[in-house]
C-alpha cells in the first residue's frame, strides 16, 4: 500500500457498523482516507450507531483522525472528484443500490458517485460492499456492469467457519475481506489455515 489516500465512501444501505470498524483500523493504522458521506449515510449511522455528527463518528472510531480528511458529498468539485488526485482506490461501504446503479451507468450526481466514476476510467480499484437481500435482476445486472467495468463488488456477507460468537465477530470478517483487498497488512481476523483430513481406513 502506497502513502496514497484511500477514499471511503458510506452510503445509505443497512451495514453502518461496517463503515464504522473500518474507519476504524484505517485511522488506527494511519492510512491517509478521504471521507465521504452521504445524506443517506448519515441517517444510517444515526440509525444503526447512533452516530449523528462527525464528532461523534471520531469518537466511535478511536478518535485519532490525524490521517482522515472529510469531504461534503455535494462537493463536486473537490479532490476526490478529478482523476489528476492520485489515490490508492476507493471503497463503497456499505453500498446502496441506487449508488450502485449510479456506478454502473455513470451518472455522478454526487461527489460519491463521481468519485467513483474517477476510480474507474483511471483504473484504481474500486470496491463496492453491498447489503441487500434479495437481489432483483436489475441489481444483478448492475453487479455485473460494475464487475465488467473492473470494480470488485464485496457483499457484506460473513462467513462462519471461524465459529464467531457474536456481532463484533461478524463485522470483522467483512472488514478484513475489505483490508485484503486494499493490500493492507492489517490483521483483524485471523486466516483461515485449512483443515486436516481425517484419515479413512
Not at 461496517?18 to 491517509?32: G, I, K, N
Not at 458517485?113 to 463496492?128: G, S, Y
Request: proline share 6%; net charge positive; glycine share 10%.
Amino acid at each position: 500500500m502506497t502513502g496514497l489516500p484511500v477514499v471511503l465512501a458510506v452510503t445509505g444501505a443497512s451495514g453502518a457498523p461496517y463503515a464504522v470498524r473500518l474507519l476504524h483500523f484505517l485511522s488506527t493504522e494511519h492510512v491517509p482516507v478521504w471521507l465521504i458521506v452521504s445524506s443517506h449515510g448519515w441517517r444510517l449511522l444515526q440509525e444503526e450507531c447512533g452516530i449523528s455528527s462527525l464528532a461523534e463518528l471520531k469518537r466511535g472510531t478511536g478518535g485519532d483522525w490525524k490521517s482522515i480528511e472529510v469531504f461534503e458529498d455535494g462537493d463536486r468539485g473537490a479532490r476526490p472528484a478529478s482523476g489528476s488526485a492520485r489515490t490508492a482506490g476507493m471503497v463503497v461501504c456499505p453500498c446502496s443500490m441506487g449508488t450502485l446503479s449510479a456506478v454502473a451507468h455513470g451518472s455522478s450526481r454526487s461527489l460519491v458517485e463521481r468519485a467513483a466514476d474517477v476510480t474507474l476510467k483511471e483504473r484504481r480499484p474500486l470496491l463496492l460492499v453491498p447489503r441487500e437481500t434479495p437481489l432483483s435482476l436489475v441489481h444483478l445486472r448492475n453487479m455485473v456492469a460494475v464487475t465488467e467495468a473492473g470494480a470488485i463488488v464485496l457483499p457484506a456477507a460473513p462467513g462462519f467457519y471461524h465459529r464467531p460468537t457474536g456481532i463484533p465477530q461478524l463485522v470483522d470478517f467483512v472488514v478484513q475481506r475489505i483490508l485484503d483487498h486494499l493490500g493492507l497488512e492489517v490483521s483483524v481476523v485471523k486466516p483461515w489455515a485449512g483443515k486436516a483430513r481425517r484419515s479413512r481406513r
